[in-house]
C-alpha cells in the first residue's frame, strides 16, 4: 500500500507539471546542465528500447481532423445517439432484453484474486498472497462492494451495463479516496452526455473526455461542462469499431426494430379498441332511408342479443356482405412475433427470452439453456476486462490482481454430470469438487485424493474400526455385523462430512454420481429412466 501511494502522488505530481507545464520550461531554462542531463536520459531510454514505440497512423481520421482544414480537432464530440433510445429501452420488448442480460451479469458473485504467473502450467498451485497483497485485495473487493458512498455493487454495475446495452459505453467518474481503506471512488455517469477527444493521445496535456450537461428534448450536448483527464473517466465500450471512438450497443441494433414494433403495436391496439365489424346488411333494391332507420331499429331492439330468427321482406334480393377478408390478420400479430425475434436477435437473446414460446419443444428448450452464459459472457467479459486492466492495472498499478466472476451455469445438472464424470475417471480430487460448490477442504488431507484412493481410504478406516471375525460368530468377512451389509455397499461422496445439510446443486452431483454406480452395477437398462 505505502508503494501505491508513491505511485499515486508521483502522478498528481506528475497532473501538475502537465497542466502547467510552463513552470517546467522556466526551470529548465534557468538550469541548463539540468536540461542537458534530461536530453540525455531522453537518448538513453531511447537506445535501450525503455520507451514505447510511436504510433504513426491516426486514429479515428474522421473524428480527430477537420475535413475542411484538415487540422487536428482538438475538442470533445458527442456521440449522436437519437434522444429517443433512452425511451425506448423502456419499452416492455427492450426492458425484457436488457433485464434478460443485465440480471443474470448482476446474480454472478466476482472476486479479486492474485494473478497466475506468466509461464504457469495447468495443475500447478497458485502461489499464496503475502500480506501487502492480502491488504490490496480486501481494499479492492471493499472499492467494488461500495464504489462510492451513495451506491452499491449492484446498483453501481447495473447503471454501466444498462448503458453499455444501450449506448455501447459505460461510464464512471474516478476519484481518488484517502477516508477509508476504498483506494478510489466510482461515480455512474450518464454515457449520452459524455464528449470524446477523438484527437488524444497517451501523454497529451488536453482533456481527454468531457460531459455537456443540460441536454433536453433531444439536444446534443454542445458545451464542455466538465472536463476530465484520461484517468478521471473509466469509459468501458462494447463492440467498439475503428471508424469512431465510441461503443455500439445492443439497444442501438434494435432501434429501428423497436420503432417499427411500438407502431404496429400502437395500430393493433387502437383496431382492438375501436374494432370494426366484419359484415354489413343490405336491404336490397329500393330502400329508403327512413326504411334503412326503422330496420336498424328493429334489428337493435328485437333480434340483437336475443337470439331470434329475423324475418324480412319487401326489398329486392337483400344480402350480407363482408368487410373483411377471412384470411387477413386484423392486429398483424404475425408481423409484431417477426419484430420481436428481430430485437431477440439484436441482444444475442433466444426468442424465449421474449415471450416468444412457438415452435419449442424439449430440444430447442435445453439449447436454450445452454446458451446462456453465451449470451451474457460479452457484457460480463467486457466488464471484467476493464476493472482487470484499466481500475487494477493502469489506475491503481496493481498488475497482480485481477477480477474475475464466479460462474455459475444455469444448468447445474449439466454441471453435476460433468463433475461426476470427472470424479468417476479420477480426473479431479474430493477437494476441487468442495472448491466448486465453495466447500472447504476436507481437514484429515484425504481431500487430496481421486475417488479410488479416497474410497480405498474410508474402507480401510472402516475395516479397522469392525470387530474381528472370529469374535462375532456367523458374520462374513468384511461385513457388518449390525447390519450384514458388505462395506462397498454404501456410495462414498466427497460431501459426507456435511450429513443433510447439502444444497440442491450437491444433491445433483450425488445423483449424477449414483446413476454412475447403477450403470456399473446392472447395466444401462437398469438406470434408462433415472
Given at each position: 500500500m505505502r508503494d501505491w501511494w508513491k505511485r499515486q502522488q508521483q502522478k498528481r505530481a506528475q497532473r501538475y507539471l502537465e497542466a502547467h507545464a510552463e513552470l517546467v520550461t522556466g526551470f529548465l531554462r534557468q538550469a541548463p546542465d539540468v536540461a542537458a542531463q534530461a536530453v540525455t536520459k531522453l537518448f538513453e531510454m531511447q537506445a535501450r528500447g525503455e520507451l514505447p514505440p510511436h504510433r504513426d497512423t491516426i486514429p479515428y481520421p474522421n473524428w480527430a481532423y477537420s475535413s475542411i482544414s484538415s487540422q487536428p480537432l482538438n475538442r470533445t464530440l458527442p456521440k449522436t445517439s437519437?434522444?429517443?433510445?433512452?425511451?425506448?429501452?423502456?419499452?416492455?420488448?427492450?426492458r425484457r432484453a436488457i433485464n434478460?442480460?443485465?440480471?443474470?451479469?448482476?446474480?454472478?458473485?466476482?472476486?479479486?484474486?492474485?494473478?497466475?504467473?506468466?509461464?504457469?502450467?495447468?495443475?500447478?498451485?497458485?502461489?499464496?498472497?503475502?500480506?501487502?497483497?492480502?491488504?490490496?485485495?480486501?481494499?479492492?473487493?471493499?472499492?467494488?462492494?461500495?464504489?462510492?458512498?451513495?451506491?452499491?455493487w449492484r446498483q453501481w454495475a447495473g447503471m454501466t451495463i444498462e448503458d453499455l446495452l444501450v449506448f455501447g459505453g459505460g461510464c464512471s467518474e474516478v476519484q481518488e479516496n484517502v477516508s477509508d481503506e476504498r483506494p478510489l471512488f466510482l461515480w455512474p455517469t450518464d454515457a449520452q452526455s459524455i464528449?470524446?477527444?477523438?484527437?488524444?493521445?497517451?501523454?497529451?496535456?488536453?482533456?481527454?473526455?468531457?460531459?455537456?450537461?443540460?441536454?433536453?428534448?433531444?439536444?446534443?450536448?454542445?458545451?464542455?461542462?466538465?472536463?476530465?483527464?484520461?484517468?478521471?473517466l473509466m469509459y468501458m465500450k462494447l463492440?467498439?469499431?475503428?471508424?469512431?471512438?465510441f461503443g455500439y450497443g445492443y439497444m442501438e441494433v434494435a432501434f429501428d426494430t423497436v420503432n417499427s414494433f411500438l407502431g404496429s403495436f400502437?395500430?393493433?391496439?387502437?383496431?382492438?379498441?375501436?374494432?370494426?365489424?366484419?359484415?354489413?346488411?343490405?336491404?336490397?333494391?329500393?330502400?329508403?332511408?327512413?326504411?334503412?332507420?326503422?330496420?336498424?331499429?328493429?334489428?337493435?331492439?328485437?333480434?340483437?342479443?336475443?337470439?331470434?330468427?329475423?324475418?324480412?321482406?319487401?326489398?329486392?334480393?337483400?344480402?350480407?356482405?363482408?368487410?373483411?377478408?377471412?384470411?387477413?390478420?386484423?392486429?398483424?400479430?404475425?408481423?409484431q412475433e417477426?419484430?420481436?425475434?428481430?430485437?431477440?436477435?439484436?441482444?444475442?437473446?433466444?426468442?424465449?427470452?421474449?415471450?416468444?414460446?412457438?415452435?419449442?419443444?424439449?430440444?430447442?428448450?435445453?439449447?436454450?439453456?445452454?446458451?446462456?452464459?453465451?449470451?451474457?459472457?460479452?457484457?460480463?467479459?467486457?466488464?471484467?476486462?476493464?476493472?482487470?486492466?484499466?481500475?487494477?492495472?493502469?489506475?491503481?498499478?496493481?498488475?497482480?490482481l485481477e477480477f474475475n466472476w464466479h460462474i455459475r451455469t444455469a444448468d447445474e445438472l449439466k454441471q453435476a454430470e460433468i463433475l461426476a464424470e470427472q470424479y468417476n475417471c479420477n480426473a479431479i480430487t474430493v477437494d476441487e469438487i468442495r472448491a466448486s460448490y465453495q466447500r472447504p477442504p476436507l481437514p484429515d488431507g484425504l481431500g487430496q485424493l481421486t475417488k479410488t484412493a479416497y474410497e480405498a481410504a474410508i474402507k480401510a478406516s472402516l475395516q479397522a474400526q469392525l470387530p474381528d471375525p472370529a469374535t462375532a460368530p456367523g458374520a462374513a468377512p468384511g461385513t457388518d455385523p449390525a447390519t450384514g451389509n458388505g462395506i462397498s455397499a454404501g456410495l462414498m461422496t466427497p460431501f459426507d462430512a456435511e450429513g443433510e445439510g447439502l444444497s440442491p446443486q450437491e444433491r445433483a452431483f450425488i445423483r449424477a454420481q449414483m446413476r454412475g454406480v447403477r450403470h456399473e452395477r446392472?447395466?444401462?437398462s437398469a438406470v434408462a429412466g433415472c
Amino acid at each position: 500500500m505505502r508503494d501505491w501511494w508513491k505511485r499515486q502522488q508521483q502522478k498528481r505530481a506528475q497532473r501538475y507539471l502537465e497542466a502547467h507545464a510552463e513552470l517546467v520550461t522556466g526551470f529548465l531554462r534557468q538550469a541548463p546542465d539540468v536540461a542537458a542531463q534530461a536530453v540525455t536520459k531522453l537518448f538513453e531510454m531511447q537506445a535501450r528500447g525503455e520507451l514505447p514505440p510511436h504510433r504513426d497512423t491516426i486514429p479515428y481520421p474522421n473524428w480527430a481532423y477537420s475535413s475542411i482544414s484538415s487540422q487536428p480537432l482538438n475538442r470533445t464530440l458527442p456521440k449522436t445517439s437519437p434522444w429517443a433510445i433512452r425511451q425506448f429501452s423502456l419499452r416492455p420488448p427492450a426492458r425484457r432484453a436488457i433485464n434478460a442480460i443485465k440480471d443474470p451479469v448482476l446474480d454472478m458473485p466476482f472476486t479479486i484474486s492474485l494473478r497466475n504467473p506468466v509461464g504457469m502450467r495447468g495443475g500447478e498451485t497458485a502461489p499464496e498472497p503475502d500480506d501487502d497483497q492480502r491488504a490490496r485485495i480486501f481494499a479492492a473487493t471493499q472499492m467494488l462492494s461500495m464504489p462510492n458512498n451513495q451506491d452499491t455493487w449492484r446498483q453501481w454495475a447495473g447503471m454501466t451495463i444498462e448503458d453499455l446495452l444501450v449506448f455501447g459505453g459505460g461510464c464512471s467518474e474516478v476519484q481518488e479516496n484517502v477516508s477509508d481503506e476504498r483506494p478510489l471512488f466510482l461515480w455512474p455517469t450518464d454515457a449520452q452526455s459524455i464528449r470524446i477527444n477523438a484527437a488524444w493521445q497517451a501523454g497529451s496535456r488536453i482533456p481527454h473526455y468531457a460531459q455537456g450537461r443540460g441536454y433536453p428534448y433531444g439536444l446534443v450536448p454542445t458545451i464542455e461542462e466538465v472536463r476530465l483527464q484520461d484517468d478521471e473517466l473509466m469509459y468501458m465500450k462494447l463492440n467498439q469499431r475503428t471508424s469512431d471512438p465510441f461503443g455500439y450497443g445492443y439497444m442501438e441494433v434494435a432501434f429501428d426494430t423497436v420503432n417499427s414494433f411500438l407502431g404496429s403495436f400502437d395500430f393493433a391496439t387502437r383496431r382492438a379498441s375501436n374494432s370494426t365489424p366484419q359484415h354489413i346488411i343490405f336491404l336490397g333494391e329500393n330502400i329508403g332511408v327512413d326504411q334503412v332507420r326503422r330496420f336498424s331499429q328493429y334489428w337493435e331492439s328485437d333480434i340483437e342479443g336475443y337470439g331470434k330468427i329475423p324475418i324480412i321482406g319487401g326489398g329486392k334480393q337483400p344480402q350480407v356482405l363482408q368487410m373483411q377478408s377471412s384470411g387477413q390478420d386484423p392486429l398483424w400479430v404475425q408481423w409484431q412475433e417477426f419484430l420481436l425475434r428481430m430485437i431477440a436477435m439484436s441482444f444475442g437473446l433466444s426468442p424465449m427470452k421474449l415471450g416468444l414460446e412457438r415452435d419449442i419443444n424439449r430440444s430447442t428448450a435445453s439449447a436454450s439453456q445452454d446458451n446462456d452464459w453465451a449470451t451474457v459472457a460479452p457484457v460480463a467479459n467486457t466488464l471484467k476486462d476493464y476493472i482487470t486492466h484499466w481500475l487494477l492495472w493502469y489506475r491503481l498499478g496493481w498488475k497482480d490482481l485481477e477480477f474475475n466472476w464466479h460462474i455459475r451455469t444455469a444448468d447445474e445438472l449439466k454441471q453435476a454430470e460433468i463433475l461426476a464424470e470427472q470424479y468417476n475417471c479420477n480426473a479431479i480430487t474430493v477437494d476441487e469438487i468442495r472448491a466448486s460448490y465453495q466447500r472447504p477442504p476436507l481437514p484429515d488431507g484425504l481431500g487430496q485424493l481421486t475417488k479410488t484412493a479416497y474410497e480405498a481410504a474410508i474402507k480401510a478406516s472402516l475395516q479397522a474400526q469392525l470387530p474381528d471375525p472370529a469374535t462375532a460368530p456367523g458374520a462374513a468377512p468384511g461385513t457388518d455385523p449390525a447390519t450384514g451389509n458388505g462395506i462397498s455397499a454404501g456410495l462414498m461422496t466427497p460431501f459426507d462430512a456435511e450429513g443433510e445439510g447439502l444444497s440442491p446443486q450437491e444433491r445433483a452431483f450425488i445423483r449424477a454420481q449414483m446413476r454412475g454406480v447403477r450403470h456399473e452395477r446392472h447395466g444401462i437398462s437398469a438406470v434408462a429412466g433415472c
